[in-house]
């Protein structure tokens, strides 16, 4: 079964780094996400991203954040001027775009910023 | 915005039963369930539509009130492996999809 890839599976990185997050989404899908899980917190929602631009964002995204899918099949977090907040499980999905299908997750990067 | 779930956190016996519910304020087009387990992505269990029907995976189920912006999951005899976060997801008319803050699921022997 084809399924969402994420890399590396762990990051860690000095405060004020920049840092960007890969993810492979499923082939033929055409809806990309990103989430962040702050350790033992909810799934929140960042962003969105359809036909090479972004569908929709949340506070949270905000200038210290961009996505970028830089050729045919990977998709890109990065995130700028990291601060200790910023550390958390990053999640990456992909979703066909038909509504009432559902979002695939990759198995997510903890990124950790020391 | 976010869908609101209850209970916050569920403690069972194996072959208990549990509800979970998820609300929201605004007209739904659907809900989507996941569950997580500890340090693992979340897992798709099922969505539903809005007309109310109810579906089905092995011994959890789940029903959509479109009326109430509600949806339900029902874990019955639980098992052991059912343990970790359940999630609900929200879809709106405008294609807008929230998660809801989860609720945790502990079952013990």
Not at chain 1, 20 to 45: A, D, M, T
Not at chain 2, 13 to 31: F, H, M, P, Q, T
Not at chain 2, 51 to 75: C, M, V
Request: charged share 20%; aromatic share 12%.
């Amino acid at each position: 079964e084809p399924e969402v890839t994420q890399t590396p599976s762990h990051q860690v990185t000095q405060m004020g780094q920049e840092v960007i997050l890969r993810c492979v989404p499923i082939s033929n899908h055409l809806y990309f996400y990103w989430y962040r899980q702050i350790l033992g917190q909810k799934v929140e929602f960042l962003v969105s991203f359809y036909n090479n631009e972004i569908s929709e964002k949340s506070e949270i995204f905000d200038d210290q954040f961009s996505v970028e899918r830089p050729d045919g099949s990977n998709f890109t977090l990065k995130i700028r001027s990291t601060k200790l907040e910023d550390s958390a499980m990053y999640f990456c999905a992909s979703s066909t775009g038909i509504r009432n299908q559902p979002q695939h997750f990759g198995d997510g990067t903890r990124l950790s910023i020391l | 915005q976010q869908p609101v779930q209850s209970p916050q956190a569920v403690i069972l016996r194996e072959g208990e039963d549990a509800v979970i519910n998820c609300s929201s304020s605004k007209a739904l087009y659907s809900v989507h369930w996941y569950r997580q387990k500890h340090g693992e992505a979340p897992v798709f269990l099922m969505i539903l539509l809005k007309g109310g029907e109810q579906k089905g995976h092995d011994k959890i189920s789940a029903s959509f009130n479109e009326k109430k912006q509600q949806s339900s999951l029902y874990l019955t005899a639980s098992q052991l492996s059912y343990s970790g976060t359940y999630f609900c997801g929200t879809e709106d008319n405008f294609n807008k999809f929230y998660f809801g803050s989860g609720t945790k699921l502990n079952v013990k022997p």
